[in-house]
């Protein structure tokens, strides 16, 4: 399986941007992908994930700020951001997994850097 990202960059304080992120390969059809974000000196945290069956969850930092959406016949995820703030710099990686036979596959990608910056 493999993610690649696109739509990171440098965007000012209350700007947009709209990430993407195709995934190819042997995929399951009942999965989750999300997005992901990891700020230097922290931790990995979840920002959005929308299962296969289009439902959505959202870290309480970008609530009302970002929509994540996906485009199943394409194994496609979307992240779009607006009003963003200098907190939300950090590399934003795409995420896919699944449960088979009890176990959980979870597969990355690379990361794309966003940077919000006057």
């Known amino acids: 399986v493999q993610l690649v990202e696109s739509g990171g960059g440098l965007v000012q304080p209350g700007g947009s941007l709209r990430l993407s992120c195709a995934a190819s390969?042997?995929?399951?059809?009942?999965?989750?992908m999300g997005w992901y974000r990891q700020a230097p000196g922290k931790q990995r945290e979840l920002v959005a994930g929308?299962?296969?069956?289009?439902?959505?969850s959202y870290a309480d930092s970008v609530k009302g700020r970002c929509t994540i959406s996906r485009d199943n016949a394409k194994n496609t995820v979307y992240l779009q951001m607006n009003s963003l703030k200098f907190e939300d710099t950090a590399v934003y990686y795409c995420?896919?997994?699944?449960?088979?036979?009890?176990?959980?596959?979870?597969?990355w990608g690379q990361g794309t850097q966003v940077t919000v910056s006057s």
């Open positions: 995420n896919v997994a699944w449960m088979k036979r009890g176990a959980r596959n979870d597969y």
């Open positions: 929308i299962t296969s069956g289009g439902s959505t």
């Open positions: 390969g042997s995929i399951f059809s009942i999965n989750v």
